[in-house]
């Protein structure tokens, strides 16, 4: 990583900057809520979300994604630090940031190639909705000033732009709300409430934990589903920030990058974290592309704890909670409701699904496999549809046309074609326009061509690819002297 890499054309300087300060700002209510989820001080998540933001923008695969600290991440690690204590949360941060580091060098970015569209819409659409939901506490108990302040800030995000796009309108709105607030004395929550900023910078240190098996027993279970959680919230907001720039990352390095990140966090005593869709949203919209948008994210959070404490105490929540509403609107993806109906409907319902599932357990990773694996049941069930086979010939010679793909979801079709077939004295099984995937077709195949055998029928099979071929030299057990590859029948 050099300074170039770092640093945007000029033009874009200025745009990445003031991105990255409208994040910061709103990352300290988020570390804060996300370190009280852990049951850690704020200062352990407002550290991480420094570490990582900084340390990402280094080291990370895609320029202008922000990372920090997530409650992906803290709802995990609860039992561990209300068990063992926040030290042992470091070491299991360590160790998260390690296996990631494994799962890039192993390529384990490459699975994202199996969440389809309609997957990554519903967990946009979820987060978008949790997002949401989680500003709703701070309209409880509260007076009519807060839900006016809420109001002013959506009306200058939305109405701000129109004059001018110089500056990013939510960091036009905190400042607007915040100096209103502190003027008049308005009887607002404000970010002090959500709990004590830490003072001064933070420390380098190891996690006060022996060095044992016991240690690692303990902290290992977490910090696999630490890694996992992670590294698949991080891979579906690059998918996003790629959608929203039109530009591509490199998701191998990503995975790299939040390991390495994470590792930081924990020796400058922070949580683990991964990538954040709300504020990546944030940093996108308010103009920040590039590395620098990230960073300075973090530096100006470091600066604001460290140099602006009490004045960044004074920020009315209303002004956050208007930016976080900006982020779940633009978040949520609004044509998939039109979509509903020209989609076809297993897309319809496997996005549907996904949303349920994590509004529901507010669990993002149990929505993606859920989506997953009902997009693969669905997917499995159309290939298996595009089967046929098709009968010609007489009582002296029939020959049966295979066509379409042959694997577990289709074999009891293929078997059925030849079960109530009649009788014939020779019989060609055409397998031209056919594919064997695995061993349960050849397994049917088998069984197949023994009954026919046992009937009394001369049976040739013909016209295997050559991947099929080398599946059936290496697995079938029927007489193979029949078949002819590549030929057609006769």
């Known amino acids: 990583m050099t300074l170039s890499n770092l640093l945007p054309a000029p033009a874009q300087v200025r745009r990445d900057v003031l991105a990255g300060i409208v994040v910061a700002l709103a990352l300290i209510p988020e570390a804060i809520g ?50 063992h204590g926040v030290e042992y949360l470091f070491a299991a941060t360590i160790l998260m940031g390690l296996i990631q580091i494994v799962a890039g060098l192993a390529r384990l970015d490459l699975l994202m190639q199996f969440v389809s569209r309609s997957v ?10 949790l997002i949401f939901l989680a500003q709703l506490p701070q309209f409880v108990g509260v007076t ?7 109001a002013a800030g959506l009306a200058i995000i939305y109405l701000f732009p129109r004059l001018t796009r110089a500056v990013p309108s939510p960091l036009v709105a905190i400042l607007v709300l915040a100096g209103l607030g502190i003027a008049l004395g308005l009887p607002v929550r404000t970010v002090s409430d959500m709990g ?7 420390s380098l240190d190891l996690p006060g934990v022996p060095l044992s098996w016991e240690m690692l027993r303990i902290i290992l279970p977490y910090s ?12 579906l907001t690059a998918q996003i920030v790629d959608d929203m720039t039109a530009t591509e990352s490199d998701r191998r390095r990503e995975c790299m990058g939040q390991g390495g990140a994470n590792i930081v966090a924990a020796l400058v005593g922070g949580m683990g974290g991964c990538a954040m869709i709300g504020q990546s949203v944030i940093n996108v919209t308010s103009g920040g592309r590039t590395r620098l948008s990230t960073f300075t994210a973090g530096a100006f959070l470091l600066f604001l704890l460290a140099v602006l404490g009490p004045w960044v105490g004074q920020i009315p929540m209303a002004a956050l909670v208007a930016v976080m509403i900006m982020v779940s ?28 599932v994590v509004v529901g357990t507010r669990d993002l990773s149990l929505g993606v496999l859920a989506g997953v694996l009902l997009s693969g049941v669905f997917f499995a069930e159309k290939v298996r549809r595009m089967f046929a086979v098709e009968r010609d010939g007489d009582a002296a010679h029939a020959t049966y046309r295979v066509t379409g793909q042959l694997f577990f979801a289709s074999v009891d079709r293929f078997t059925a074609a030849f079960r109530s077939a009649p009788p014939a004295e020779r019989i060609t099984i055409d397998v031209s326009a056919a594919h064997f995937w695995d061993i349960s077709a050849v397994a049917a195949l088998d069984r197949i061509v023994d009954r026919l055998r046992e009937a009394g029928a001369r049976v040739a099979v013909v016209g295997y690819n050559r991947a099929s071929a080398d599946l059936i030299d290496r697995f079938a057990l029927h007489d193979k002297t029949g078949v002819e590859m590549g030929a057609t029948p006769h």
């Open 34 to 83: 996300f370190s009280i989820i852990a049951g850690v001080d704020p200062r352990v998540g407002l550290y991480a979300s420094v570490a990582i933001a900084m340390t990402i923008a280094l080291i990370g695969g895609r320029p202008g994604m922000i990372s920090a600290a997530t409650a992906a991440v803290a709802v995990v690690v609860t039992p561990l630090v209300r068990d």
């Open 120 to 129: 990554i819409t519903g967990f946009v659409n979820a987060l978008a909705i």
């Open 144 to 150: 009519w000033h807060t839900y006016a302040m809420v």
């Open 196 to 202: 004590r900023l830490p003072e001064g910078l933070p």
């Open 224 to 235: 696999l589903t630490m890694a996992a959680v992670g590294l698949l919230e991080s891979m």
């Open 329 to 356: 609107i633009g978040t949520f993806s609004w044509n998939s409701i039109p979509n509903l109906r020209r989609h076809p409907w297993t897309s319809s319902v496997v996005m549907l699904v996904t949303v349920a």
